[in-house]
């Protein structure tokens, strides 16, 4: 039974102002994947290869968000939260990739915008959650420098029809994922195992950010501009010289890369040293780094586990992929992951809630001219609904955990301006398809019907109470 005055002492550690929420992304909700002339994505086509998806499903339907705008918002308002991020199908809108638009697509994000707007929520808006237009996808993908370009061009198609009334946009959601998972290791789609070209897709997914992020300020001065990265505390396995150097190489790929080239406007040297053993970076033209430097107001920090590292691995992932594909990390063939013997989720992945506190502090030591604001953070472990409910206690432990964790950084001088559970809902994880659950809410994916657990129950009696603390100031 969770202590109400500790709940209540944690509400009250949370600043003014702050944002509540829950996120979700496009493909794993959405489902309609055929409807109102939505073009194909690269995982349409990836979940339609054997053996990708663990249970063999796919987001045809996942939970039928399209179709569910009144019932989404209405778990949102029931739940108290203020705020809500959700990403667009960029096929939903452009469904061939290039500058011509699909109204349908656009109607349907407006209506949603409308809706959450009616309840008093803001919406988050996340341009790119993974799912690339398949036609950009057979035109050479990511490691394309046109992609970046056609991505700019979406965010300005984007803000313009729902710019009017969203203020809040993360540009591109984890492109460690994208890049790595997607074109090193193949894990994800499009399941390219190409690791010169991950490093290009890398890049083009940055320039992408950048050009996406100078439209959308170019538009909107006023807009708050984000990118989604995913920290890990990284550790070495042992103080040998090959387990500290393989700890620098996750941290300056999982942790620097893509920071320092939003926030600085550089890669870090050790690490384009450590790339060039595969990569001319000839993908990198003049003035590439100074449009990804665009402004950002916000770093959207996804976080969910730590790595300890090791240098005689032998090209792990440390995604937990089901098939354990591995070799996410190109030009680092020999690291892998070990156990640092702390509890895991049922992703097999380690909690770690001081690890968070440290990636905060860190970050801010790093960059102190940025707000942050966790845009991911949340567990899987397997739900079994009992006479209509769901009780989570490991789930909801890891969310009373990571959320003190979040307070012990503001404590710490972090401007820390908002926190997303992940998940709103259970919903489609990506090759794990539907085994793995994360939401607040249960979903029965048979059915659809959504069940409010018990964790969702303490994080709305949570936000009741920080917004309860806020009006009585
Ligand atoms: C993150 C993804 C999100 C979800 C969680 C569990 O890496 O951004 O879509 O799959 O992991």
Redesign the pocket.
Known sequence: MTNEIETAALAARFPTGFTWGAAT?SY?VEGSTGADGRGPSIWDAFVNEPGRVVDGSNGDTAIDSYRSIPEDVATIKALGLGAYRFSLSWPRICPDGDDRVNEAGLAYYSNLVDALLAEGITPWITLY??DLPQTLEDAGGWPVRATAERFGQFASIAHAALGDRVKHWITV??PW?AAFLGYASGEHAPGRREPAASIAAAHHLMLGHGLAARAIKAADPEAVVSV?L?FYPIHAATDTPVDLDAARRVDGVQNRWFTEAALRGAYPEDIVEDFKAISDFSFVEDGDMEVINAPVDVLSV?F?SRFTVTGNGGATSASAAPTGAGSAWPANEHIGFVSSGLPVTD?GWEIDPAGLTETLTRLHASHPEVKLAVT?N?S?FPDKIEDGQIHDPERLDYARAHLAACADAVDAGVPLVGYFA??LADNF??AWGYTKR?GLVYVDFETGERTVKDSGRWYGDLVRRARANREAE
């Open positions: 992304s794993q959650h993974w959601n984890e994922c989604g995913n996804n969910y992703m991911e949340g899987a992940w998940s994880e990506w994360f």
